[in-house]
């Protein structure tokens, strides 16, 4: 049974990964297979709370003719809208004072009078929680995860992964390359904060001399020993892939992280702890760190690279082109079959709806005795255990 | 006469810290209250933590002993569902997170936290309260011609607070100060300056447009209120400041405009400049914001010695001669 929905709506929430343009065109389609009309809200929820900053108006009417040849094509045309969070929105009040205001309220109202009438959300860990906040305060919606880290849970796949993993594949490949006519160890640092899908993935694709992921601290002597024990066979060079997130095993040689202790001990009468404290790591901090490490270990000449959001740019892949088609189409199917408040997953070899809720707080984190660390282990590969 | 000013049903304050032995927030040795409340949002901010003007969550995930030691704020504590781990419990990394957009700041989770790892920055605190902690160290004070001074956030935006707060501290007999962006109405700084000796403000930058990008509001009402007050207390002293940020602000243009702004003046008796230093990088992540000036580095030496020749030209002090 079709429902009477006359009107939705498509729109990002989080950072940008690659091909997103795919989940556009999938919805759409689908939509209007179902004689639905189909708009886009630019910039997350921006074009709907400030449609004056679009000449064009904050709304994108999306039609087949329209989407017909974006799938395969990079960028979004929708935007997106990284730190966009209706809850608390910055705003400069009647004195000239700057302050953040909740405007979820307004925000469901302006869609109410648009008439749209329930919104597909692509979203990340972050934005989840926030569409989840509006999904109670009544909004129908139903998203799909996206994630180049491939990190949220209840998912096997997130949208944009597939893309992001063959793009380090390929880098690392060639980091491989320059290390080898370099004769040093190249040390490469991926995205991965908590999750080192990406890094062990490209790692294994390469056959990486060692892969250090957040979920297996690791001990640099045991990586060390691996590199040495290859040069010994006549190696003249090394690969290390580090995910971003990774840490050290606890005990060992802590790196030194902290920024100014004594105005931390001033300001926050928190926050003055015996070392320890997590500050927002600069990117790359982990590849010197190290690389470092493994140089004074080995006694070879070191070098750190950081992919970092290289990864998040360029074209999808014919994997994630499939992946994104299926998840715009099937986010259209839940809401024809009168479902909100749920997330589209990839459960192989299912597509499957499960409550947003049961994504919230959780990441999909490599477990120990994954096939993908076994088949790691088996090549020769170090994870630093 | 002074009292006057000072409302009197206004005996709390929403205070983040006070900070003694303070030697860079006036002159001598000083303690520093630091109201909460901002009414700017410069990127460059070193204290995050004092930016809301609501009492506000902070974790350090430095000093959590994790699920399987603790784990007490994982048991029903938190009424938004906002606290979690991450992984299946296998993990070596078993500490607590905070989901920071589910958070609503309510605090239930503080007192279960047996390690402070979980804390709130902001507490109530009555005038008598913070004059008493000031006043111990008053021999100090005497000593070096320090006293207090109201920092924030920014102070001002608690005015009646601030205002019984330095009119008690001058019954005390300590000298007052305050530090000031000066982004508040007229009405706010009427009530708060008749009692400071010293008031420290800054001038971040002199357009009104790049004032906007950087520090989220345009300065126009900063320089209308900068004049008015100069104006107002002709008795009162005024020292201008720069925070100053690489490629923002640290340049000669800025140097030369502010001066142009605050010589006319003669109860303007000093300006100086702050060096960025990226102190309050760490605290964004206890609150779970993004630190988005973490690629800038501290002005160098140099910089700094060739803007402070043209401030101690103009004030006709014998600067060393700027290194060209």
Sequence with gaps: ?385 | MENQLVHPKAPTGLVLNIQHFCTHDGPGIRTTVFLKGCSLRCKWCSNPESIRPTPELAYNPGKCIGEKQCGYCLKNVCPESAIYVVGSGDRADDKVRVNWDLCTNCGKCVPVCPTNALYLFGQEMTVGQVLDEVEQDSPFYRESGGGMTLSGGECQLQPDFAAALLAGAHERGINTAIETASNVPWDFMAKVLPHVDTVLHDIKLTDPERHKKWTGADNARIRANLKRAYETFPDKKFIARTPLIPGVNDDEEHVRATLAFIKPYKNVVDYELLPYMRFGEGKYGFLGRIYEMQDFNPPTPETLKRLRAIIDEAFGRSGKPARE
């Design chain 1, 1 to 385: 049974m079709t429902t009477q929905m006359k009107r939705i709506a498509i729109n990002f929430g989080g950072g940008y990964v690659p091909g997103l343009n795919a989940v556009i065109t999938g919805a759409v389609l689908a939509a209007s297979e179902l004689g639905w009309e189909a708009v886009g809200i630019r910039d997350g929820f921006e074009g709907v709370l400030f449609p004056d900053r679009y000449p064009d108006g904050g709304l994108m009417k999306l039609t087949p003719q329209i989407v017909e040849n974006l799938a395969g094509a990079t960028g979004c045309i929708l935007g997106t809208a990284a730190q966009s969070d209706p809850f608390h929105v910055r705003a400069i009040n009647v004195e000239n004072m700057v302050e953040e205001v909740d405007r979820s309220d307004e925000l469901l109202g302006m869609i109410k009078k648009e008439k749209i009438e329930a919104v597909i959300s692509i979203v990340g860990a972050r934005a989840l929680s926030i569409l989840w906040k509006l999904n109670r305060k009544g909004l129908r919606t139903v998203c799909v995860p996206k994630s180049v880290e491939n990190d949220v849970a209840a998912t096997m796949l997130s949208f944009g992964f597939n893309s992001a993993l063959s793009f380090v594949a390929e880098m690392l490949e060639r980091c491989r390359q320059a290390a080898q006519s370099a004769r040093r160890i190249g040390v490469v640092e991926v995205l991965g904060e908590h999750a080192g899908w990406l890094a062990l993935q490209a790692g294994m694709a390469v056959c990486a001399d060692a892969v250090l992921i957040p979920e297996i601290p690791y001990d640099l002597r045991k990586v060390a020993a691996k590199l040495r024990e290859k040069a010994k066979a006549g190696r003249t060079f090394g690969l290390v892939v580090v995910a971003e997130g990774a840490q050290p095993l606890a005990g060992l040689h802590a790196p030194s992280r902290t920024s100014d202790s004594k105005m931390k001990a001033a300001l926050s009468p928190g926050a003055t702890g015996n070392g320890g404290f997590h500050v927002i790591e600069r990117s790359g901090q982990v590849a010197a760190e190290v690389a470092l490490g493994i140089q004074r270990l080995t006694d070879r000449e070191t070098y750190p690279l950081v992919l970092g959001q290289l990864a998040r740019g360029g074209t999808p892949t014919v994997v994630d082109r499939q992946l994104g088609l299926g998840y715009g189409a099937g986010a259209v199917r839940a809401l024809d079959s009168e479902q909100s408040g749920v997330m589209i997953v990839f459960q192989p070899p299912d597509l499957k709806f499960v409550p947003m809720a049961e994504a919230i707080n959780k990441f999909r984190t490599v477990p120990a005795k994954s096939e993908f660390v076994q088949i790691t282990r088996a090549l020769g590969i170090s994870l630093g255990d």
